[in-house]
């Protein structure tokens, strides 16, 4: 507003000035300079970007505070350590290292591993992230960073350090392969003084410069930036397994009051797949539900509730018609049967309370961490997804639409099947397999759950009723009593409903 007002009182003394016929031309030179400076200086040309030095503002982060990843920490201390024995790889005309690539999943502690590197190294930090450096202006990125590395020398020499970490997270914005995008000329320029500004590096500076890289993707990368000699260090920096989620939930929930009854470890396998910025929500969000309830210690459940709403979101005020509300308590009760049956003890909670897209859930207890699976763990799992769809036939005579995310994922598992070369067609090759057969191969997989499923809620028609009408006036039925009240099912094994060829193809 205020610069519209500006430009047009502009005008307006350019228009009186001239009508009394004074020249213009010496304010119009000076003014067009003035704009082009501005112009300049907005683009990152003229100015220097001011890049965040955090090791002061944001605290000082330690190795200590990153739980999990030991592997990964590991390996970084020992980068590390190669630059703290600058003398002892001098003499040995051991080249410095330049540059530390950490790859995995969003969350999972790439900033902090920087952070925690560059207080390990009494170093300044630096950091950035690619899209920073992506401009329409060709020359602009490359500019940037050059003034990037550039301010990373002066900020140690001010500070009397001898290191510098610059970190670039979601490198891969910057250091794409060249010549993908559509205004390649700039994205290569970019990455181009990014390569040049890394060959720069050397044991012989004043300052030591340390490039630390994240990235979600680096497939994607060129190869230019791999290739030994840049990125020579490439740290995976994973999802935490269980031991991992311990440690991360005991680190965020240092600070907070816990109740007698938590159990860290009860939460810390439920959450197999979280990543360490999901545990830390998950810890913040029990602490906001135990102030809801005016408690002064966080309880378990208020964990339990809170694992739920990291995964599904909050919970709505939406609340679907009676019939509707029926057949969703129906449906999950179909789900957390076959469950039962597949895999006992495994539910460990089912509610119709509406969060995120969902109207209602089932949610399983992870086994422990796993990293293969085996053709009966997946059939099983697809027995899970069908279940509602078949309960929702038998009890009220009809599908509905709720169960296409099931299939979605029904389909997606025994896609993996026939891939991992599990099914009947053995081992097979993608591209020259035909799409009627992969179909014809998935129909027939989901086929036999679905038959081995309609067989065992058949037999627990009665019970599928009485856990409904208990869901229905409860809301959520927890695991335990779940399994109190399911007692009363004959256990099913499943070897009792192996399927003869009665399969249709
Ligand atoms: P992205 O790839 O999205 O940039 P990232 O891997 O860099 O994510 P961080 O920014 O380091 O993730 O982590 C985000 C937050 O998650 C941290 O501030 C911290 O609270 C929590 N966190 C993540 N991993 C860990 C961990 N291993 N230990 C403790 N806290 C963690």
Known sequence: MIKEIGIGAILA????????????????????????????????????????????????????????QKTAKKEL??????????????????RPLKGILLIGPPGTGKTLMAKAAANYIDSVFITASGSEFIEMYAGVGAQRVRQLFKTAREEALKKEKSNAVIFIDEIDVLAGRRGQHQSHLEYDQTLNQL???????????QVRLLLIGATNRPEILDPAIMRPGRFDRVVKVDLPDKEGRIHILK?????????????LEIIAKETFGFSGAHLESLTNEAAILALRENKNKIQQKHFLEAVDKVIM???????????????????????????????????????????GNALGYMRQ?????????????????????????????????????????????????????????????????????????????????????EIFVNSVLEKNASVINKLVNILLDQEKIGGAQFKKLLKEIQRTKIKDYEIEERIIY
């Open 13 to 68: 003394v350019f228009i009186f000035l001239l009508f009394q016929g004074i020249n213009l031309m010496p304010l119009i030179f000076f003014f067009g300079m003035l704009g082009a400076v501005y112009y300049l200086t907005q683009n990152g040309i003229i100015a220097r970007k001011n890049y965040k030095n955090i090791s002061k503002r944001d605290g000082i982060i330690t190795f200590n505070e990153i739980g999990g």
């Open 77 to 94: 201390l020992e980068a590390l350590d190669f630059i703290i024995n600058e003398e002892k790889i001098k003499g040995l005309g051991i």
């Open 195 to 205: 390569l040049v500004e890394m060959d720069g590096i050397s044991v012989d500076d």
């Open 251 to 263: 680190l965020h929930t240092k600070n907070k009051p816990l109740d007698s009854d938590v159990d």
């Open 313 to 355: 979101g909050e919970k709505l005020d939406r609340k679907p018609k009676k019939d509707e509300l029926y057949r969703v308590a129906v449906h999950e009760t179909g789900h957390a049967i076959i469950s039962e049956v597949v895999r006992p003890g495994s539910v460990s909670a089912i509610t119709i309370t509406s969060r």
């Open 365 to 449: 207890t992870p086994e422990d961490d796993m990293y293969l699976y085996t053709k009966k763990y997946i059939e099983n799992q697809i027995a899970v997804c069908m279940a509602g769809a078949c309960a929702e036939q038998l009890i009220i005579g009809d599908k509905s639409t709720g169960s296409s995310n099931d299939f979605e994922q029904a389909v997606k598992l025994a896609k993996k099947i026939i891939f991992s070369g599990l099914s009947s067609l053995g081992v097979v090759d993608k591209e020259n397999v035909s799409s009627k057969t992969i179909h014809n191969e998935t129909k027939a997989i989901l086929k036999k759950q």
